[in-house]
């Protein structure tokens, strides 16, 4: 009898990795998600939203800051939203997070999604060279934010923290018609419904 002939070595699968807080996934978010997934080099972008800030910053539970992800992102084509981030020893580094992810799929070849507001806190990583080895920056420009390393701007200059601040001034879960027509600009119409349900951020 012949021997089997060995297996295939997976498929290599170009994964765009991005990493955030969420706290409340915005048009921002969704526009980065949408231009990764455009990309000729990217088959599938990976949504990770943190399970704790890495420098200690207070945030809505990770379950619903996972499922505001998945209401405004999933749905798009070859984008998952990933809890993997509840599974790992904590505190957890965004190295920790892609060594993870190669332990478990071998077959990715990943890229890390950063906005030119995040390159600035680089030098605060842990480990960022080896970070970089991993998972070479995939850097999107924003507005507002001037950096010699990332792309001309593209994404719009909104802010989860002034989100925060003006949902937390309201009276009652529900918005109010103004308010609802200002955060309309700025959160998916399924994200302020979840905000409502649950009265988040008041």
Known sequence: MSPEPPAAAPSVVRV????????????AHQAAVR??????????????????????????????????????????????VSQLEATLQRPNFTLNTLQALLREHPEFRLRLVVGADVLQDAAKWHRFPEVVRLAPLLPLGRVG?????????????????????????????????????????LLDPRVIEYIEAHDLYR
Do not use: W
């Open 16 to 27: 765009a990795v991005y990493g955030g807080s969420f706290d409340p996934p915005h048009v």
């Open 35 to 80: 231009l990764v997934a455009s990309l000729e080099e990217i088959d599938r972008v990976l949504v990770l939203p943190v399970f704790e800030h890495a420098f200690d910053k207070s945030l809505a539970s990770f379950e619903h800051r996972v499922a505001m992800c998945e209401l405004c992102m999933s749905n798009q084509p070859n984008v998952e």
């Open 145 to 185: 934010v001037p950096s010699n390393a990332a792309p001309a701007p593209v994404l719009p200059d909104v802010s989860s923290t002034e989100i925060r601040s003006v949902l937390a001034g309201r009276a009652a879960a529900r918005l109010s018609p103004a308010l609802r027509a200002r955060l309309s600009q």
